[in-house]
């Protein structure tokens, strides 16, 4: 369990939440983690739960029907899917999108989007990457072209979280090709366009409950007031932005990381070799000595971030070495978890199997570590 105690940016009213938070997954999402791993994509009926309890977007303005609370809270619920063990894709809905809408969208943009969010009725995604672009989203190809009081858009993307359920998808496009990054605008695409369709649900190592999707644009039309922000403005609302992803991804990982490490003391207490437990041999307290000293300072190093990030001075540098240290802190230590079950890591029975293969990806998605690295290395 995720210590809180001792934690330096929370109170007792982020206690309270937690212990909240708790609850709904003990009812609503635990009796239910097999089965989406198995259908490969989460119930609409939990979004709607997610919604009725205050789960989905809660830093956003009461106006929209929000809570109007902190980033915290994101925070705590982020902490606590990550633990369980499910990749449902509500923190992309709360970490990311809302904040996109929220504070470049217009009027009727907002009114019409932020409420069906808040409440789960309107599931959202935002398409960045295509087949032959990853990292660099200043090479996509999508288009977005003008046409009358319309654009009209053209093009691919690939590994779309939310992409199967998705009602309104943020699109990543180019409004002028001939303009690189500065041609780059974000447009709003309803799932009900004609010409939009979805392509597969992937089939991936992890993260199977997880809907990541291919999604097409042919022709697809929506009207000049789609565009979300300025036009040509996009790629610097997504550098804006980054800050807050990275960060939502590192707090994902280290709350996977203490659920890993505690699934390895669970088991190595209760597994007997050569007639004593297998936490018993001084390699086994070794290793988990080893990694509790760096999950303790893994939660301290979360805390500060947030607390710089409450403050608006989270820059991208730390953004970015916040993503990187903690996805390779949980990759080491699910890799050293799995190690210690010896092959009953490998049965996807245990629990620490399902956290090993949905760990894999956080290096890759939000920015590689190697792309983290180059940010970090600019900054110096």
Same mark, same amino acid.
């Given at each position: 369990?995720?210590?809180? /105690?001792?934690?330096?940016?929370?109170?007792?009213?982020?206690?309270?939440?937690?212990? *909240?938070?708790?609850?709904?997954?003990?009812?609503?999402?635990?009796?239910?983690?097999?089965?989406?791993?198995?259908? $490969?994509?989460?119930?609409?009926?939990?979004?709607?739960?997610?919604?009725?309890?205050?789960?989905?977007?809660?830093?956003?303005?009461?106006?929209?029907?929000?809570?109007?609370?902190?980033?915290?809270?994101?925070?705590?619920?982020?902490?606590?899917?990550?633990?369980?063990?499910?990749?449902?894709?509500?923190?992309?809905?709360?970490?990311?999108?809302?904040?996109?809408?929220?504070?470049?969208?217009? /009027?009727?943009?907002? *009114?019409?989007?932020?409420?069906?969010?808040?409440?789960?009725?309107?599931? @959202?995604?935002?398409?960045?990457?295509?087949?032959?672009?990853?990292?660099?989203?200043?090479?996509?190809?999508?288009?977005?072209?003008?046409?009358?009081?319309?654009?009209?858009?053209?093009?691919?993307?690939?590994?779309?979280?939310?992409?199967?359920?998705? /009602?309104?998808?943020?699109?990543?496009?180019?409004?002028?090709?001939?303009?690189?990054?500065?041609?780059?605008?974000?447009?709003?695409?309803?799932? @009900?366009?004609? $010409?939009?369709?979805?392509?597969?649900?992937?089939?991936?190592? %992890?993260?199977?409950?997880?809907?990541?999707?291919?999604?097409?644009?042919? /022709?697809?039309?929506?009207?000049?007031?789609?565009?979300?922000?300025?036009?040509?403005?996009?790629?610097?609302?997504?550098?804006?932005?980054?800050?807050?992803?990275?960060?939502?991804?590192?707090?994902?990982?280290?709350?996977?990381?203490?659920?890993?490490?505690?699934?390895?003391?669970?088991?190595?207490?209760?597994?007997?070799?050569?007639?004593?437990?297998?936490?018993?041999?001084?390699?086994?307290?070794?290793?988990?000595?080893?990694?509790?000293?760096?999950?303790?300072?893994?939660?301290?190093?979360?805390?500060?971030?947030?607390?710089?990030?409450?403050?608006?001075?989270?820059?991208?540098?730390? %953004?970015?070495?916040?993503?990187?240290?903690?996805?390779?802190?949980?990759?080491?230590?699910?890799?050293?978890?799995?190690?210690?079950?010896?092959?009953? $890591?490998?049965?996807?029975?245990?629990?620490?199997?399902?956290?090993?293969?949905?760990?894999?990806?956080?290096?890759?998605?939000?920015?590689?570590?190697?792309?983290?690295?180059?940010?970090?290395?600019?900054?110096?």
């Amino acid at each position: 369990m995720i210590q809180t /105690d001792a934690r330096t940016v929370y109170d007792q009213d982020l206690t309270l939440f937690r212990d *909240q938070v708790r609850k709904f997954f003990d009812k609503a999402l635990y009796p239910h983690l097999d089965r989406w791993e198995e259908d $490969g994509l989460v119930d609409r009926d939990f979004w709607l739960a997610c919604g009725e309890a205050g789960l989905l977007c809660p830093t956003l303005p009461v106006e929209y029907g929000g809570l109007g609370l902190d980033f915290r809270f994101n925070a705590v619920i982020d902490e606590e899917l990550a633990y369980a063990g499910s990749s449902a894709g509500i923190t992309l809905q709360s970490d990311i999108v809302a904040d996109y809408i929220l504070n470049y969208g217009s /009027d009727e943009q907002k *009114q019409q989007w932020l409420p069906k969010m808040i409440s789960g009725e309107a599931i @959202t995604a935002i398409a960045m990457t295509e087949p032959g672009t990853g990292s660099d989203l200043q090479s996509v190809r999508t288009t977005a072209i003008r046409s009358g009081n319309e654009y009209v858009i053209n093009g691919s993307k690939t590994y779309i979280t939310n992409g199967q359920n998705a /009602d309104l998808i943020i699109l990543v496009a180019k409004t002028d090709p001939s303009a690189g990054g500065k041609g780059i605008s974000l447009i709003l695409v309803e799932a @009900t366009r004609a $010409g939009f369709s979805r392509g597969r649900n992937l089939d991936k190592i %992890g993260q199977n409950s997880a809907d990541t999707s291919e999604l097409f644009f042919e /022709d697809v039309r929506v009207p000049i007031t789609n565009c979300l922000g300025e036009e040509g403005r996009g790629f610097a609302y997504l550098m804006s932005q980054l800050p807050q992803e990275r960060l939502g991804i590192a707090i994902s990982a280290q709350g996977g990381a203490q659920r890993a490490f505690d699934e390895a003391v669970k088991f190595t207490k209760e597994r007997k070799a050569f007639g004593q437990s297998v936490f018993d041999f001084q390699n086994t307290r070794f290793t988990l000595a080893g990694l509790k000293a760096k999950l303790q300072a893994g939660w301290a190093h979360i805390d500060w971030c947030l607390a710089r990030h409450l403050e608006g001075k989270l820059t991208a540098a730390e %953004g970015s070495a916040a993503k990187l240290f903690h996805t390779e802190l949980q990759w080491e230590v699910c890799d050293a978890a799995l190690q210690l079950h010896g092959g009953a $890591g490998y049965m996807n029975e245990y629990p620490i199997a399902r956290l090993w293969r949905d760990a894999r990806v956080q290096r890759i998605y939000g920015g590689t570590s190697e792309i983290m690295k180059e940010v970090v290395a600019r900054s110096i």
